[in-house]
């Protein structure tokens, strides 16, 4: 399924909201790794220049007061796109992350993300159909993860990194 020699990064957003075309980021997690582990982590929060919806902040329990010196989007995107480099992106409902990422890139005037992309979402309802629930948090619980904080961007990246190379072996054995 993958290049031995691959290098991936699982990354994972936080948002204020659930439309990338009326909503910001707030959090940029992710995992570098290869198949002899972890590479690196980035982990940053980013300041909305909007206030925190509180039904958004009940989700992933980043407030008003732990964005407002945080870095904007414009000095984080950046840092984000050396980290990934060209490595292939893994994450849970890629779909949305790369909405908000994309958005905000086109936002400051990059160019939207061009990396091979993998969805752990879609995988696990494919290898794992019989399963109640694919949410990421059901997942950690089903296949026994080290969970941090859910809804965290960086420990809910960790957390699909694992789900990823879950998946992998899951096929591998199949």
């Known amino acids: 399924m993958y290049d031995q020699g691959a290098s991936f990064v699982a990354f994972d957003t936080e948002t204020t909201g659930l439309k990338a075309d009326r ?5 940029i997690g992710a995992v570098s790794f290869t198949k002899e582990g972890i590479t690196g982590t980035f982990s940053q929060l980013i300041n909305p220049c909007c206030p925190i919806p ?3 902040e009940a989700v992933n329990h980043i407030s008003q007061n732990m ?3 945080a870095p904007l989007e414009e ?3 950046p840092e984000f796109l050396s980290f990934t480099g060209n490595s292939i992106l893994i994450a849970h409902n890629a779909g949305f992350d790369l909405s908000f990422i994309n958005t905000a890139l086109v936002r400051i005037g990059y160019s939207k993300l061009k990396n091979k992309t993998v969805d752990t979402l879609q995988l696990a309802r494919c290898l794992y159909p019989q399963l109640p629930s694919h949410t990421l948090q059901f997942l950690a619980s089903h296949f026994a993860f080290l969970v941090g904080n859910a809804h965290r961007a960086l420990d ?3 957390v699909c990194k694992d789900l990823f190379l879950q ?3 899951g096929q ?3």
């Open 23 to 27: 909503a910001k980021l707030l959090e």
């Open 54 to 56: 509180p039904e958004a």
């Open 67 to 69: 964005v407002q010196d």
């Open 75 to 77: 000095f984080i995107l």
């Open 156 to 158: 809910d990246a960790i």
């Open 167 to 169: 998946c992998i072996r």
């Open 172 to 174: 591998c054995h199949s």
